[in-house]
């Protein structure tokens, strides 16, 4: 196992793959990444140079049964020494049995990956289809242009103008409302927790920072279980819309990111890093298509320089309230916002069970990954399992 080079780079040449990455200090101490193809290890992580004739992905998915990030050798700043890792006890089995066990993982992970891409297709539809309808007004144009708006009926058409009018946005399609964000939403921020209340296996599950680190529909990522008390308003369910309002790095890529709370996690609630987002209007129909509508609103352009605009802090960044309820929007009348709901509905709720399937396929191959290592489960018994949960 080698250690990159003080330029983030190894110094003579960038590892061949297939390679296995362990994170050595900061944050990622001890997170372990598989890569198929050649990379430039950084100054970061440790990477193995030689498989002494193990299966590269058998190498990966042995190092995750182990506690690495216990085995910090820092002291201001965490750091992974190789040494400790050399001399740790594991059972490695003959090539043949390597090789088995990788075809039962790495099934359930090519599965995940699939379903995960099959997802970013989907939401890539739905937001192309909310960029056509309220960002490029395509209905309205082809309307006063006299042609017939591709990809929608007549009486879908019917519910867009055919003509602009001037607004303080600029031109806008004949009828609609300039309003702010806050005219038909509120915001309450999450719950200051304690440390000491988290726990990997009990308590409620706490939406927080972390949720966002992957860009997808719904927050799954990185959910926290915690044992301490949280107030009602900080409660979230299954659907709710909730929106980063804290980045950790400058990159300012997750603050103001919108995500959607998926069912299983219940009871829920966000911490300090989130705001929940509540729809005023009460009618049940058209405060889901405005949930719908401010989903992909936020992901537009406009709001994220906006976001990135309102951005406190040095170190650490904060989005304003404001930034949020402030934001001027075109807003569609009613009839356009529910023809849009009923559209991405059916994509939304695809990704939905798509993503359900990958996380209880994530979490059958974290539970059998150990087992298979030990060799205290056999990989007949392990196929059944797979199969069953793949359906």
């Known amino acids: 196992m080698g250690s990159a080079g003080p330029n983030g780079t190894h110094s003579e040449a960038r590892a061949r793959g297939p390679g296995v990455v362990v994170g050595r200090s900061g944050a990622s101490i001890g997170r372990v990444h598989f890569s198929a193809v050649d990379y430039w290890p950084h100054n970061t992580c440790l990477y193995v140079t030689d498989f002494l004739g193990s299966h590269p992905r058998f190498a990966y998915y042995l190092l995750q049964t182990l506690d690495l990030a216990g085995y910090n050798s820092g002291s201001a700043q965490p750091s992974l020494n190789r040494n400790y ?22 099934a359930m992970d090519d599965r995940i990956d699939l379903l995960r891409q099959t997802n970013a297709t989907l939401e890539s539809i739905a ?60 915001l309450t921020k999450g719950c200051s927790y304690k440390g000491d209340g988290l726990s990997g296996t009990e308590g409620a599950y706490m939406f927080n920072l972390g949720c966002f680190s992957a860009h997808r529909v719904f927050a799954a990522e990185k959910v926290k279980r915690y ?78 320089e906006r976001a990135i605009g309102f951005a406190t802090g040095t170190t650490v960044l904060a989005l304003p309230g404001n930034a949020v309820t ?6 569609p009348p009613d009839g356009a916002l529910l023809a849009f709901a009923n559209a991405a509905r059916p994509l939304l709720e695809r990704i939905r069970l798509s993503e359900k399937l990958a996380d209880t396929l994530a979490g059958l191959r974290d539970e059998l990954l150990p087992r298979l290592i030990s060799g205290k489960l056999r990989l007949p018994e392990a196929w059944v399992r797979v199969d069953e949960a793949m359906g």
Not at 85 to 106: A, C, F, S, T
Not at 137 to 166: I, Q, S
Not at 261 to 280: A, L, Q, R
């Open 85 to 106: 890792i050399y001399g740790m006890k594991v059972r490695v089995p003959g090539r043949d049995e390597q090789d088995r066990i990788v075809e039962v993982l790495q």
């Open 127 to 186: 937001q192309a289809l909310f960029k056509s309808w309220f960002i490029d007004f395509d209905p309205v144009r082809a309307k006063a242009e006299g042609r017939e708006p591709e990809g929608m009926d007549a009486a879908t058409a019917a519910l867009f103008p055919a003509e602009f009018e001037e607004s303080a946005l600029g031109l806008t399609p004949k009828g609609w409302g300039v309003v702010t964000f806050g005219e038909f939403l509120e």
């Open 227 to 304: 044992t301490g008390e949280y107030r009602p308003r900080h409660a979230v369910a299954a659907g709710d819309l909730i929106v980063a309002n804290t980045d950790m790095t400058q990159a300012r890529d997750i603050l103001g990111r919108p995500a959607v709370v998926p069912d299983g996690f219940e009871p829920g609630f966000i911490s300090h890093h989130v705001f929940k987002v509540s729809m005023k209007n009460g009618d049940r129909d058209l405060a889901s298509a405005h949930r719908t509508f401010l989903f992909f609103a936020l992901q537009q352009d406009t709001f994220r």
């Open 326 to 331: 402030e934001c001027p929007a075109r807003m």
